[in-house]
């Protein structure tokens, strides 16, 4: 009889043969930044999280950088929207002014630079819109620009978000050609059209104003689609990829690692992280475990780097577990 419970017997046994680790290293942690004075905006549908305006941001990035969190990803939410997202790619943008700010005094964070225009439209789309009508090509040389103006203000990754067809190739050639020949691109390749993303779009101010994204972001009903889409963006020049969400797509995430040899990211999202807050306020779920589950459960799948809301938790729970 083969008997592994040999390897589970004590804490130190167990931790011995283990196949998978979390750590802080492993760990990117989403931020808001607003317009405005004086703004710390609780997200009520996610526990914990707040816009900040840039004055107050630093309570935020100083608990980061004690934890030893290596990396922000941020999200930007201009005062003023229009049908072109003009904030997205304006060299004085919120996002922009943050990036600076950031790279100024935490030197040794590396800033992730969501590129997106939903955030910036009055419309709330991730592209340029007519007749109700998702434009891809005329949205393309906007991203690119966009991508351009981040770089600029010093962001170390750009991460097209958007899910427009050939962005990575348009992003690729514009940051070349304003000599960011180093400025790699995380690109968010295998994006769902899913209904994790409720509570993200309290907190980006980003929900469509008609109509939902099914035309440009994926359909969860498809795996070997995401493949492809992997593919497309690695051969246009893609050097990281994303596949989001996280826990209803561990399987895209485990056939990716296993088809293509680079670094893999998958993103906890918003809708992930409220579910286990709300549970966990109600007492029905031990949080600490069930966070610490899920994180290993990413990393089991493949990913190398774990963007999620639960990160500054993550990095005490690790604290502790250690203790």
Same mark, same amino acid.
């Given at each position: 009889?083969?008997?592994f419970?040999?390897?589970?017997?004590? !804490?130190?046994?167990?931790?011995?043969?283990?196949?998978?680790?979390v750590? @802080?290293?492993?760990?990117i942690?989403?931020?808001? @930044?607003v317009e405005?004075?004086n703004?710390?905006?609780?997200? $009520?549908s996610m526990?914990?999280?707040y816009?900040? /305006?840039?004055? *107050?941001i630093?309570?935020?990035?100083?608990?980061? &950088?004690e934890? !030893?969190?290596?990396?922000?990803?941020?999200?930007?939410?201009?005062?003023? %929207?229009d049908?072109k997202? /003009?904030?997205?790619?304006a060299? $004085?943008?919120?996002?922009?002014?943050c990036?600076?700010h950031i790279?100024? %005094?935490? /030197?040794?964070l590396?800033?992730i630079?969501?590129v997106?225009?939903?955030?910036?439209?009055s419309?709330?789309?991730?592209g340029?819109v007519?007749h109700?009508?998702?434009?891809?090509?005329?949205?393309?040389?906007?991203l690119?620009?966009?991508?351009?103006?981040?770089a600029?203000?010093?962001?170390?990754? &750009?991460?097209?978000s958007?899910?427009?067809?050939? *962005? @990575?190739?348009a992003?690729?050639?514009?940051?070349?050609a304003?000599e960011?020949?180093? #400025?790699?691109?995380?690109?968010?390749s295998?994006?769902?059209?899913?209904?994790?993303? =409720?509570?993200?779009?309290?907190?980006?101010? +980003?929900?469509?104003?008609?109509g939902d994204?099914?035309?440009?972001?994926?359909?969860?009903?498809n795996?070997?689609?995401?493949?492809?889409?992997i +593919?497309?963006?690695?051969d246009? =020049?893609?050097?990281?990829?994303? @596949? !989001?969400p996280?826990?209803?797509?561990?399987?895209i995430?485990s056939?990716?690692?296993?088809r293509?040899?680079?670094?893999?990211i #998958?993103y906890? &999202?918003?809708?992930?992280? +409220?579910?286990?807050?709300a549970?966990?306020?109600?007492?029905?779920?031990?949080?600490?475990?069930i &966070?610490?589950e899920?994180?290993?459960a990413? %990393?089991?799948?493949?990913a190398? *780097?774990?963007?999620?809301?639960?990160?500054?938790?993550?990095? !005490?729970?690790?604290?502790?577990e250690?203790?």
């Amino acid at each position: 009889m083969r008997r592994f419970r040999r390897l589970r017997q004590t !804490k130190e046994l167990r931790s011995f043969v283990r196949e998978n680790e979390v750590s @802080v290293k492993d760990l990117i942690y989403p931020l808001f @930044v607003v317009e405005g004075d004086n703004q710390k905006n609780p997200v $009520d549908s996610m526990p914990g999280i707040y816009q900040y /305006s840039l004055d *107050r941001i630093d309570e935020e990035l100083d608990r980061v &950088v004690e934890a !030893k969190i290596p990396a922000v990803l941020l999200f930007g939410i201009p005062a003023h %929207k229009d049908e072109k997202g /003009s904030g997205a790619y304006a060299d $004085d943008g919120i996002t922009q002014r943050c990036i600076r700010h950031i790279k100024e %005094k935490y /030197s040794s964070l590396i800033v992730i630079a969501d590129v997106c225009l939903c955030e910036y439209t009055s419309h709330g789309h991730c592209g340029l819109v007519c007749h109700d009508h998702i434009l891809n090509d005329e949205t393309l040389p906007l991203l690119a620009k966009m991508a351009v103006s981040m770089a600029k203000a010093g962001a170390d990754i &750009v991460a097209p978000s958007d899910m427009m067809d050939g *962005r @990575v190739a348009a992003i690729r050639e514009a940051l070349d050609a304003a000599e960011f020949i180093n #400025t790699p691109i995380l690109s968010y390749s295998a994006k769902f059209a899913s209904g994790y993303y =409720g509570p993200f779009r309290d907190a980006a101010g +980003s929900a469509p104003h008609f109509g939902d994204r099914k035309s440009y972001q994926m359909d969860p009903a498809n795996g070997r689609e995401a493949m492809r889409e992997i +593919s497309d963006d690695l051969d246009e =020049g893609a050097d990281m990829i994303i @596949v !989001k969400p996280a826990l209803a797509y561990l399987d895209i995430m485990s056939q990716a690692r296993e088809r293509f040899d680079v670094p893999f990211i #998958t993103y906890n &999202v918003s809708g992930e992280y +409220s579910m286990v807050k709300a549970a966990a306020a109600n007492g029905w779920i031990d949080e600490k475990r069930i &966070v610490l589950e899920n994180m290993i459960a990413m %990393k089991r799948a493949g990913a190398d *780097r774990i963007i999620t809301y639960h990160a500054l938790d993550v990095a !005490k729970f690790l604290k502790e577990e250690e203790a």
